[in-house]
């Protein structure tokens, strides 16, 4: 057999799925008891750092939903759907139309609604024009209009003894409301679930994003903190790390095969970091093929690959920060606790011993303010902050020792 017959299977890249997705039994349960509510009240919320497989999670619960019953709608939230209210109910009705297109509601049922249709009809199928029309139709608030559709959408579910909907957003963080020009989509969109869930209609969200949107839903509604169930999804465990690395290779026509050593260096470098695992198992994989191809002995080459993630993944990000924000970052990166939480004060401080210009407090919460608009930085709930990019802070110290090494020109 040929040493090329078996494809590097490793996916690292934004929502492509792992040819063998390790752990996450714990998030899967807690959503399938979302599933089990009759009334909702709970909703979900999935966040984590960049690249920790929120995306392919949030697919792999969309059969879990099917399975028992539950229709699915959803897209990605773009910033340009956050703009006004108006544009996120054309995003619902958009995506409601794709599962109710075939759906034939009684123009009884659309009329006690309280929508006036203009032609007589017995029947209306509600396709996106039905529900377009239906909308335009229903006097009121935006938000009135939306939910005298999702109520008729579920009066004709009702009668096909179906189960709920779960409407899932990826990359909600994009979400926002915007008072300078008096648009509220956001609060729209919490305000309207809020209202049809009270009336018992089993609508539910299941919102994903980084950890800046649990923040924002509360603050656009205090209400929020009750409304939705926060699963924070984490690194992998050593062992769910080694599934992740292994599993993918242990096929009968696979040539490849990590030892202990390899896999070990795999989960150090990674830090368990699923896109970092997908990324470093890709690299070493073809590394390898090309190795035993020369006949040559295979090792893992550890500092090529870092060098290679520091210029696919990391470089992008820190060459768009300013001087500035770079060096409030390299200040943060010498602080112990990097890689967990840290305090504007803990920067305050560690900035004292540093080569720059110490910070005060009031510039830290600005630079901070800016790199958390960046998608660097996030505060939590409890007013402490981390990087909201995986090994961000062993990347800034490896780039450091670069510049610190004496030149040889
Ligand atoms: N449980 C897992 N086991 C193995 N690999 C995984 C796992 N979860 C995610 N991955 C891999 O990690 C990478 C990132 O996954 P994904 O795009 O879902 O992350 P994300 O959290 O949505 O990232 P972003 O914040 O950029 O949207 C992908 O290459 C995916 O295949
Ligand atoms: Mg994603």
Redesign the pocket.
Known sequence: MNITDFKNPF????????P?????EKEREEFLRLLEQETILENLVLT??????????LETFKPLAQERGWQWVGTDMSESTSISEEKIAERLITDLAVITSNWVVQSQTVQGMGFRPDVERRDYVLDYQSLRSIFNATPGLVSDKLKCVLEIVWQAMRSKKSGGIVFAYD?AQNLSDHAEKEQYPLSLLLDVFQSIQRKNIPFMLAL?G?PTLFPKLVEARTYSERMFRVVF?DR?TPEQSRE?IKKPIEKENCRVRFNDTSVNTVIQVSGGY??F??FICREVYDVWIQRMREGRQAAVPIAEICRKLDTDFFAGRWSRATDRQRDLMIVISTLPNCDTEFTIQEIVEQSKSGPEKPFRSSNVSLVLAALAEAGLIFKNRHGKYSFAVPLLGEFIKRQQENDNQPSLF
């Open positions: 996916r690292p890249g934004a929502g492509h799925m792992p063998y997705l390790a752990g996450r984590g750092l960049r690249g920790v497989g929120k995306t392919v999670l990359e994903t980084l999804l992998l992740a699923p896109y695992i997908q």
